[in-house]
C-alpha cells in the first residue's frame, strides 16, 4: 500500500489573468493531506481557499494558472495534466462537492439522470443497472424512498437533500480524495451537522481524504484533523487542529479566534449585563400573532398564535430553522406583511392587521435585510441609497437638501464608513461595507428598534465580528432596541438578553439566554443546540492580539 499522502502541494503559486494584468492570489502554499485525514482550509473571503482547492483538483478556471511550485495526488506529479489526463482521475481519483447545489444541478434533469452520467463517467456501469445503482448511491447518502427520488428535479428537493445529491455524485467514483468547498454554509445548523455526519460517516467508510474549505472555525474545529490558515492567498500557519487552537501563533489566526462566535461565547457577556441592568419599558409586544398565505382555516399557518415581549433597550433573539416564520414574523413587525389575528404593538402603537405599502411606524422601527445587494436598489449611489427613507418619511428637520445630506453624512459616520463611499454604486464595495450602508439607511429616521434579520450569515467571521461590535456601539449610544432573527445559535448566545424559539411557525421555548442555553429540556431547542459546531473540545484561554482575554475551544476530540 502507497504511503504517499492523498494530495501535497509543494510552494503552490496561482495567479489570474495575463501578462502586465495577471494578479497573483496564491503565494508558495505548501500542504500535506495524509489518506483518510481531513484537513481544513480556514481564513477569509479573498483569502485564496478556493482559488487553492480549484488549483489542487485541477479546476482552475481559464483565466487561471499554476505559476510556480508543484501538486502531487497519490504520489502523482498532476501539476500541469491536460484535459484527458484530469478526465482520468475525476470521480476516481478526486470528487469534488461545491458550495451551491442549486447552480450546480442541471434543473432541468432529474437526480437519477445526473447521478447516472456521474456512474456512466467514473464507473462503466452498464446502462441497464445505471437506475439500481443511482438508487443505492442516494440510499448511502440518507436520501429517503431513493427509487423515487431519482425521478426527481432538483427544484423538488431541499436544501439539505441536494447537498446529498451532490455528495453522491461526488462519491460515485469512489475517489481517494475529497474536496469540499463550503458544502454546508447555507443550511440550517441541524441539516449542516447531519451533512456533516454523513460525510464522516463516509469518510470512515471509503477511506476518504478530504480537503474541506470552510470560514466557520467551530466547524474546522470540530472536523479536522489538520489545519491551515490562509491570509491573503498566503499560508500563515499549519499543523495539527489541536495545536493550532490551543495556541495560535499568527496574529491572524489569533484575531479570526478570538471572532469565532462558537469559540467566544461571552465575548460581549459584560455588556449585556450592563444593559439588562437599564432595561425600561416593552419596546415590541406580540401576541397570539397568526399568519396564513392564503383563504381559510383549513391553510396551514406561516406563524400560528406566536407571543413574545422585546424589552427596550434590549436584544431579543428569535432563532429557529428555514421555515419556522422568523422573517414572517419581522415583516409583520415592520409593517410590510398583513396578519391574520392576533395583536402586535410597536412603542405603544397597534399595528392595522392589513398595513398599507409604506411602513407606518418607520420612525419607531426599521428591518435590516439579511442580504444588502438585494435590499438596495443597483441604480442608487450609496448617498441616495441611505437617503431615500427621508424622502418616503419627510417630517420637519429633513425637508431640504441641505438638511438631508447633513443626516446622510451623519449616519455614514456612525457606522464607520468613509465620504468618499457616498458616489459608489453597492456593487462597488465590499460585503462588509454594504452591510453598513443598510444600518446606515435604518438609522437614518432614528428609531428606537431594529429588527435585523440574519445581518451577517453571508459575512465571514471577522467582518460578522466588527458588524456586531458597531451594533453594540450603537446600542449603548443611542438606547436601541433590538429584535435579532438567526438560525445561528453561537452567534446568539453571544449577543442576546433573552430568546424565543419558533418551530414549523409556533413558539416552542422563551427564556432569558443562560436559561434557554442551561436549563432548557424543550427537545427542539437542545437539537438546535447540541448541533452548534465548535463544542465537542475543551476550553482554553487565547489571548486577542489587542489584548482581550476570550474563551475558545480546542482539540478535536477522536470521537
Not at 464507473?123 to 448511502?140: D, Q, R, S, V, Y
Not at 469540499?180 to 447555507?186: K, M, R
Amino acid at each position: 500500500m502507497s504511503t504517499s499522502p492523498a494530495l501535497e502541494l509543494r510552494g503552490l503559486s496561482v495567479a489570474y489573468g495575463q501578462g502586465s494584468l495577471a494578479a497573483n492570489v496564491v503565494h508558495g502554499a505548501d500542504l500535506r493531506l495524509e489518506r483518510g485525514q481531513t484537513l481544513s482550509l480556514v481564513g477569509q473571503s479573498g483569502s485564496g481557499k478556493s482559488t487553492l482547492a480549484l488549483a489542487a483538483g485541477g479546476l482552475l478556471p481559464a483565466s487561471g494558472r499554476i505559476t510556480a511550485g508543484t501538486v502531487h495526488m497519490g504520489g502523482e506529479d498532476v501539476t500541469h495534466f491536460n484535459r484527458r489526463q484530469w478526465r482520468r482521475l475525476r470521480g476516481t481519483g478526486v470528487g469534488y462537492i461545491p458550495q451551491d447545489p442549486l447552480s450546480s444541478l442541471d434543473p432541468l434533469q432529474t437526480v437519477g439522470a445526473q447521478l447516472g452520467q456521474a456512474l456512466r463517467l467514473h464507473t462503466g456501469t452498464p446502462a441497464a443497472g445505471i437506475a439500481a445503482e443511482a438508487a443505492a448511491l442516494l440510499a448511502k447518502v440518507g436520501i429517503h424512498h431513493p427509487e423515487q427520488r431519482i425521478r426527481s428535479y432538483p427544484h423538488e428537493l431541499s436544501g439539505g437533500q441536494l447537498q446529498r445529491v451532490l455528495i453522491a455524485i461526488a462519491i460515485a467514483g469512489r475517489p481517494q480524495l475529497l474536496i469540499a468547498d463550503e458544502p454546508t454554509s447555507a443550511l440550517d445548523v441541524t441539516v449542516q451537522k447531519t451533512i456533516l455526519d454523513l460525510l464522516a460517516e463516509l469518510q470512515a467508510d471509503l477511506g476518504l481524504a478530504v480537503l474541506f474549505i470552510t470560514h466557520d472555525l467551530a466547524l474546522a474545529a470540530d472536523r479536522s484533523d489538520t489545519l491551515a490558515v490562509l491570509n491573503e492567498g498566503k499560508v500563515v500557519e499549519s499543523g495539527p487542529a489541536g495545536e493550532i487552537l490551543e495556541r495560535p501563533k499568527d496574529p491572524y489566526t489569533q484575531t479570526l479566534f478570538a471572532d469565532a462566535p462558537a469559540l467566544s461565547p461571552h465575548k460581549y457577556r459584560s455588556e449585556l449585563t450592563a444593559a439588562a441592568a437599564s432595561v425600561r419599558d416593552s419596546a415590541v409586544v406580540v401576541r397570539g400573532l397568526v399568519k396564513r398565505y392564503g383563504a381559510g382555516d383549513v391553510v396551514p399557518a406561516a406563524v400560528d398564535g406566536v407571543s413574545f415581549t422585546v424589552r427596550a433597550g434590549s436584544t431579543h433573539a428569535l432563532v429557529g430553522e428555514s421555515g419556522s416564520g422568523k422573517t414572517t414574523v419581522a415583516r409583520v413587525l415592520a409593517g410590510l406583511e398583513s396578519f391574520s389575528g392576533g395583536s402586535v404593538t410597536v412603542g405603544g402603537r397597534t399595528l392595522d392587521p392589513a398595513p398599507g405599502t409604506v411602513n407606518p411606524h418607520a420612525r419607531q422601527l426599521q428591518l435590516v435585510y439579511q442580504n444588502p445587494l438585494a435590499a438596495l436598489d443597483p441604480k442608487f449611489s450609496i448617498g441616495q441609497s441611505i437617503e431615500e427613507p427621508l424622502h418616503l418619511h419627510r417630517t420637519d428637520g429633513t425637508a431640504s437638501r441641505r438638511e438631508r445630506a447633513a443626516r446622510v453624512a451623519e449616519v455614514l459616520d456612525r457606522v464607520g464608513l468613509p465620504q468618499a463611499l457616498l458616489e459608489r454604486r453597492p456593487r462597488e464595495i465590499s460585503g462588509g461595507q454594504r452591510q453598513r450602508v443598510a444600518i446606515a439607511r435604518a438609522l437614518v429616521l432614528t428609531p428606537e428598534i431594529l429588527v435585523l434579520d440574519e445581518p451577517t450569515s453571508a459575512l465571514d467571521v471577522t467582518v460578522q465580528a466588527r458588524i456586531i461590535d458597531l451594533l453594540f456601539h450603537l446600542r449603548e449610544e443611542a438606547g436601541l432596541t433590538y429584535l435579532f432573527i438567526s438560525h445561528d445559535l453561537s452567534l446568539v448566545r453571544q449577543i442576546a438578553d433573552e430568546i424565543s424559539v419558533l418551530r414549523t411557525g409556533r413558539l416552542v421555548d422563551a427564556g432569558s439566554v443562560d436559561h434557554i442555553f442551561d436549563e432548557s429540556t424543550n427537545p427542539y431547542t437542545r437539537q438546535l443546540i447540541d448541533s452548534i459546531p465548535g463544542q465537542h473540545g475543551r476550553a482554553v484561554s487565547l489571548r486577542h492580539p489587542a489584548g482581550r482575554a476570550v474563551t475558545a475551544l480546542a482539540e478535536r476530540t477522536s470521537a
